[in-house]
């Protein structure tokens, strides 16, 4: 089995470890480290996971290492670790905005780098994950670490240059349902049904969609047919969404969050 090294040990980074823990892999297979005195110690302790203190003690016990800290922090960690891989590692970033050539000019020297975009869905399994990485990438790695991730969701292969429309999509997306979620919670609330009985009302129609769409495999499109009675109360309410181009209004939401991506990563 892979070894497996993981920078930053933060939500995400943590998600990571707890998925690989749920799949199999051995602990004394998975290294880690962190800055953070604190939450090292509560790695080690939680989880049973040595936490080493330097990059390079790191590098000497993974095959695939995964960077999950902060943008910010991209460039002093890739510079820490870089000394130390070889051509036989793989370099794996969750970080969002920093682009493999980022990360080779960094480097200063050719490296495997796989580029990931999960999204905050994948604590519970759940994500929406964009993947892509550069021509020194064999087949055989770009499967192992799909098996890696695989745990936390479904990966979706794409080119470099889809990925921050992977991010807009994929990564903020969630924002953008979870507000319209609110509407509809507060909506009910403006009709007279109480909040937590709104909350329930509009999560369970949520869950239900999206489980009815997965299973039957239909297109939302034809699903929303089916609700859509002649002269009932869904045309009302959808001609009153059209009327204020609500799928214009979300469709350019997200290109603007895909805009906002490709200048972070600039």
């Keep these: 089995m892979n070894r497996i ?3 930053g040990l933060g939500n995400m980074g943590e998600a990571i470890l707890k998925a690989l823990l749920r799949t199999g892999f051995k602990k004394k297979d998975i290294s880690c480290l962190e800055t953070k005195t604190s939450r090292a110690q509560f790695i080690e302790e939680t989880h049973g996971i040595e936490c080493v203190a330097t990059p390079h003690t790191l590098a000497a016990k993974a095959d695939f290492i995964i960077l999950a800290v902060k943008p910010q922090d991209s ?14 590692n793989v370099l794996i970033s969750i970080m969002a905005g920093i682009t493999i050539s980022n990360i080779l000019s960094i480097v200063g020297k050719p490296m495997k780098v796989i580029r990931i975009m999960p999204n905050i ?13 550069n021509s020194l990438v064999t087949n ?43 509407a509809m919670i507060d909506a009910g609330v403006m009709m007279g049904i109480t909040r937590e009985k709104a909350t329930t009302l509009s999560i369970k129609v949520a869950k239900g969609t999206i489980r009815m769409l997965e299973e ?3 297109h939302p499109a034809l699903m929303k047919e089916m609700i859509t009675s002649p ?36």
């Design 216 to 218: 039957e495999a239909i």
């Design 75 to 88: 460039e002093k960690t890739i510079q820490g670790i870089a000394p130390h891989i070889n051509e036989k």
């Design 121 to 133: 869905c994948v604590k519970v399994g759940e994500g929406a994950i964009g993947i892509t990485s």
């Design 140 to 182: 055989e790695d770009m499967e192992e670490t799909k098996k890696i991730f695989a745990p936390l969701g479904t990966m979706v292969e794409v080119g470099e240059e889809l990925m921050d429309a992977v991010t807009a999509l994929g990564a903020s997306g969630p924002a953008f349902f979870l507000l319209f979620l609110e």
């Design 5 to 7: 090294g993981i920078i």
């Design 231 to 266: 002269g009932g109360t869904t045309i009302a309410g959808l001609a009153s969404l059209e009327e204020d181009a609500f799928k214009g209004i979300i469709i350019k939401a997200i290109e603007k969050a895909r805009k906002r991506a490709k200048e972070l990563s600039l």
